[in-house]
């Protein structure tokens, strides 16, 4: 088998392992598996970012904050008020963040709070509330409304006051920390069907204000989509006058950190293309790895042998013989013998028969005289093929007699 034929069948090979990984891929994963983050970064059903879409068609300035909750310090002193929201968090705010929320939040030239979720427990005890799980989830409507009906969204986590020294929603071991600050319930903004308390906003002494959403799930683009709780979560920073709203994605992932390797890697792991790309790369590998092992005896090189002085010279002289150039054959053989007895830098005449006279009287021994002897008589009549290649001949036993050394 030829070596392009070799490549062609390994190419086909790869190819065709390749469209086998991938559809074994699909056939295993049919979708890749929907991120449950609640970040404003993302569009798919668990994301949040048709409620961010929808504050900035009305007019809000939505910045989304890639660093910890203790750097919002630098908020302070920002006017109007701005609200910074955080929306179900991923990671759980730590005792510190708690702790500086609240501090931002009681501070006169702070920031208002919107906290929703399990993910922000810590900060909501800095006001006296909790998040505690249903056993089944249970619709919520505004205030006065009939509870119920098709479009009601629903939630699974409602409300509470705390208990003493209390874990919180995820069993945590260790005691909060958190000084508390002084805080009543002012306006009721969402309610379950039994009553129970789903959203709320607090009025601080120094005027402040602090929404607290026990279910970060309403904010989802399904939940916006499908149910009527869009109304009432825009309704947050609408009625507050909110001019500009701070959305934390730190606690989704979305970090200042980060690299495109980094994405294409975590893409490639949760999609199935990517998985048929990673086994499509591992059967690369091995083909080459393959191809790499020798198999049988190391193959001889050719070996090739360079040609006589005397080939080239009979092969000039056949050329020559050719294009009926004879005469000029014999001279140019005679010339170059000359060329190759001269010493550099020595002129040549262009007749070169005186010059074989006096070859011929140097010559030492009888086989180089009768040589030189023979090549004179060649040059001194016209001559046809078979005389070029005598001459070719005579030239070649003049060199060999008269330089026996070499």
Do not use: K
């Not at 929703?116 to 006001?127: D, E, I, K, L, N």
Request: hydrophobic letters at 45%.
């Amino acid at each position: 088998m030829r070596p392009r034929t070799e490549a062609l069948a390994a190419v086909g090979a790869l190819v065709a392992l390749g469209i086998l990984a991938s559809a074994a891929g699909l056939r295993e994963r049919r979708g890749p598996a929907p991120d449950p983050r609640r970040s404003t970064f993302l569009t798919g059903p668990a994301g949040a970012r048709g409620w961010s879409d929808a504050l900035e068609r009305l007019g809000v300035e939505v910045e989304h904050w890639r660093r910890r909750a203790v750097a919002l310090e630098g908020l302070e002193g920002s006017a109007p008020r701005p609200l910074v929201a955080f929306l179900d968090p991923s990671a759980s705010l730590d005792e510190d963040e708690a702790s500086a929320l609240a501090a931002l939040a009681a501070s006169e030239d702070g920031a208002d709070l919107l906290l929703a979720g399990r993910g922000a427990w810590r900060a909501m005890r800095c006001f006296g509330w909790d998040v505690e799980a249903r056993p089944d989830s249970v619709a919520v409507t505004p205030p006065g409304r009939a509870a119920g009906g098709e479009r009601a969204p629903r939630a699974a986590w409602v409300l509470a006051r705390p208990e003493p020294d209390s874990a919180g929603p995820a069993e945590e071991p260790e005691r909060h920390r958190c000084t508390p600050v002084a805080a009543t319930v002012r306006d009721t903004l969402l309610v379950t069907t039994g009553r129970r308390l789903e959203a709320v906003r607090l009025a601080l002494q120094d005027g402040g204000s602090v929404y607290l959403v026990a279910d970060g799930g309403l904010f989802r683009n399904r939940m916006l989509r499908e149910s009527d709780a869009g109304p009432a979560l825009l309704a947050l920073v609408l009625d507050g006058g909110y001019h500009r709203v701070v959305v934390d994605e730190y606690h989704h992932g979305f970090g200042p950190g980060g690299s495109a390797w980094g994405a294409v890697r975590a893409w490639s792991v949760r999609h199935p293309v990517g998985w048929a790309l990673w086994q499509l790369a591992a059967v690369g590998c091995l083909a080459l790895l393959a191809g790499a092992v020798r198999f049988g005896a190391i193959q001889p090189a050719v070996r090739r042998t360079r040609r006589s002085p005397l080939e080239h010279v009979r092969a000039l002289a056949t050329a020559l013989a050719a294009a009926r150039g004879h005469d000029v054959a014999v001279r140019l053989l005679v010339q170059g013998l000359r060329r190759r007895f001269a010493r550099p830098g020595q002129p040549l005449r262009a007749d070169p028969r005186p010059w074989l006279a006096e070859l011929e009287g140097s010559a030492r021994t009888p086989e180089a005289r009768a040589a030189v002897q023979a090549l004179r008589t060649h040059t001194e009549r016209s001559q046809d093929a078979p005389g070029v290649l005598a001459t070719a001949h005579a030239v070649e036993d003049v060199w060999q007699t008269l330089t026996p050394a070499r």
